[in-house]
Structure formats: structure tokens, C-alpha cells
């Protein structure tokens, strides 16, 4: 007893250790981690935080993986106002009604009222469209492919949280444009395939891919597809979207054409996006109470090393040794930096860099630097390995290959444990409070959803479904609803969600 309030004492002094448990206060343990771990620090306006070289270092790794993927597909980078026109955004009632509470205004510039106040786009449909119809004339224009990458602002509510809901983002949206439905239908799910491998290959998070129902898609569009996290305890989260807008933006805003025989057409569009938010999922999976564990793809710094000199050691080999280490590993291409500030200890370095989640330590100490060996510590699961200074860049190679497909190992796993599947309403609501996500058959119906939403309220959020997963398992002639007893038309994932 006494040696643990002592334990706490000293990390208060150097502010290290988390104070909250993963598993015992989810919400603050994140909120601890994201700034301990020196990705965020909280701002004076709520909702809003400051994005630190460690958090935005991720995204720009995942930016450099899209934004050329996206170039392969043709489409091009542009840049649109931050600022929308009253008119403008309003031109599209029935998409922005729902949203309109979130809409932040400009109303003044100094001390003087303006004249008609001015939006801060929460997306850019209503800005870039009217262009679109100016741009497009005839066949020979289609595709019109763009994507920017931006800020928008959305004013939510509801608890803010970093990445996760914050009331400023960064996003890339991509706004596409086509003279068939085919061509649309298609780039949907190349942008979504896009979308699972920056959960799976860099961030090592298993998604599930599938489309929203009628009642959580995107009320502008045709249809929405996502990928979908479950991040444990029953809840989902949407990773990203991609989206058929069909033709009601066209309508809206007169994007026609003429095609190949002169017969005038409208375009068939898009819109897709991914945003900061996927660093905050990548938290939330990986974290533990240790701080953040960042998958070695996506983390700015792969490889820490550490010297632990001893009083009568050769110190400065060991810091030599520790320099030349960076240097191979840097030179074959691995992010790697040394630790040799002199007025930490290692051990409180150690804590600091599993702190940041940094996905593999070296240490050097005189034993290392005789035997012409380095120690190397694992973050996410601590396991030691003496390995030769000869064969440097195999072996550390080898160890950040094997720490990637562990976390998506595990986060399999964890998320397979996590789902429930059931045929009854009874079974529904049972695995619903074991904080289950539920794949269930379904009817497909408004108001069968509607239904289990009322049904399901309660202080932990209303249920809601999250996908139909693209890959349907088997369907048997018969099968039931499991809210409505009708025919099931497929399988849906349902949830607590974000
Ligand atoms: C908030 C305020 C105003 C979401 C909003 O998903 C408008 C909106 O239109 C709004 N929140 N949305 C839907 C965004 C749809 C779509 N836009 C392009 C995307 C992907 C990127």
C-alpha cells in the first residue's frame, strides 16, 4: 500500500504515468493519453485543440499514401474558399437542414456588422458546385475528378472529443463528377477500398466495409457506403465515407452536359472523405495504459535509441555507438532518432518514449557495446531481443514488420471476440448489454429502424445500425428480422456509435 502511494507521488513530480485506466475510465484515460503522448494540446475554445508535430506527423504519413493513390486514379487537387454565401449554402435546403445548427457564421469584421454574414463551410458541396456547372459543358469535360485537402468547421454539441469530434478538422474531400452511373458506382468503392487499406496496411485496424441504411446515409445522396471500426464495448465508429450522390446536387445546381448525339444529360457525382478522426481511432485500439502505441507505418519516429551509460563505462562509446546507430538505420530508409539528453535517466526515457507510443527501443550500455550487440524492447508487447550490429537493418526490419501485423493481429482478434450474432429481438437486447456489436438480419425498413431506435434508448445512447457489410454471409431462404419478424432482406451490423 505504502510503496504504491509512493510510486504515484513520484510520477506526479515528473509527470509521468497515466493516472486513468484503459479499461476502468475509457474517456479520460484518452483524454490523458492524447496530451501525455504530446499529440494535442487542449485549446482556450472548446472543441478545438492544437494538433503537435507527433499527431500531425501520422497524417501526413497517410496523406503522402492517398494523395498519390488518388493521382493514380486521375483525380486532381484544387482548392476551394473556406468561405460560403448564405445563398450558396442554402441553395440545398433539404441536405442542410439537418445540419444547419452546425453551421458557424462570420458576422462581423471589426467593430462593424457585415452586410450579410458569411459561413465557414462544413463541407464543400454547396461551395465547389456551382463551379462544376460552369465547368462542364459536353462529354469531353467528364470526368471532372477533384479533392481538396482542408479545415472545415463543424459546431457540435455534443462532448467534444480530440480527433474524434472536434469543432475544426482536417479532412481530404473529393467531389467527382461522371456522365454514367456505372462510372460512379465504380469509383465508390475504389475510394472505399482506398479507405480500408489506410485502417489496415498503416494504421492496423481491421474495418469492416459496407453501406449505411436509409436513415444513416447521407440524406443529400443516392446511397453511402463506409468503413466501420468497432472499437470494443460495443460500439462502432465510423472511419470514413464514400458516397453516391446520384443526381440531386446536379439537379440542384444545373450540372448538365451534352453528349456524343447532342442529347442533353445530367452528371452522376460523388463525394468522399476521410479526416483526422482515424488518428483518433488508432488511439483508442492501440493505447494502453502505458500511453499510445503508434503501428510502426504511420509512426513519425519507428525506432528510439537509448544509451545507458554506467558511472565507470566509456560513455562516450556508448553515445558513439548510439549515433551510429541512427545513421544505419536512417540511411536504409527507418525513422530512427537517439534519446542522449544527459539530464534524463534512461529509465526515464523509457517511460517517455512508451509514452509516445514509438513502436521499438534500442538500448546500448557498455555489456552492448563489448558484445557489438544492441537490446531492443518492443512497445506493444514488451519483449526483449539481443540482436548483432552486423545485421542491424534485417533484423530491426523484421521486428517493425512483426509489430505492424501484431497490432492488426490483435485488434482482430479482440474486435472478433467483440461481435455478437443474433436472430431475436431477445438475443438482440442481451448482447446489446454485453456492450456487443450485433450482426443481425434485417427487414431493411425505415421504420423498423426507427422502431429499434426508440426501443434501445437509454442512458448508454440508442442503438443504431452501422453497415450492411459489403461481403454478406449466407442469407437462408426464411430467415426472420430479428426486430420485425418480416423476411430479411441481409445481414446489418448494429451498435452504439460515435
Ligand atoms: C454539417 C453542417 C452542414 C455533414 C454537415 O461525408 C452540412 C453538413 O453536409 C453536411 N455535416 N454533412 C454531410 C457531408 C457529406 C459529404 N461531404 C463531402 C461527406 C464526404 C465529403
Redesign the pocket.
Known sequence: MAGGKKKKEVKKETGLGLSFKKDENFGEWYSEVVVHGEMIEYYDISGCYILRPWSMGIWEIMQVFFDAEIKKMKIKNCYFPLFVSSSVLEKEKD??EG??P??AWVTKSGKSDLEIPIAIR????TVMYPYFSKWIRGHRDLPLKLNQWCNVV?WEFSNPTPFIRSREFL?Q???TAFATKEEADEEVLQVLELYRRIYEEFLAIPVIKGKKSEMEK?A??LYTTSVEVNKGHGRGVQGA?S?CLGQNFAKMFEINFENEKGEKGMVWQN???YSTRTIGVMVMVHGDDKGLVLPPKVASVQVVVVPVPYKDADTQGILDACTATVETLSEAGIRAESDLRDNYSPGWKYSQWEMKGVPLRIEIGPKDLANNQVRCVRRDNGSKSDIKRDNLVEQVKTLLDNIQQSLLDAAKQKRDASVQVVKTWDEFKDALAQKKMILAPWCDEEEVEKDVKERTRGEMGAAKSLCSPLEQPELPEGTICFASGKPAKKWTYWGRSY
Open positions: 441536405h442542410i445540419f444547419a452546425e453551421v462544413p463541407t464543400s458541396e463543424r479532412w474531400e473529393g467531389h447521407f443529400g445522396g465515407t458516397h463525394s468522399w472523405a
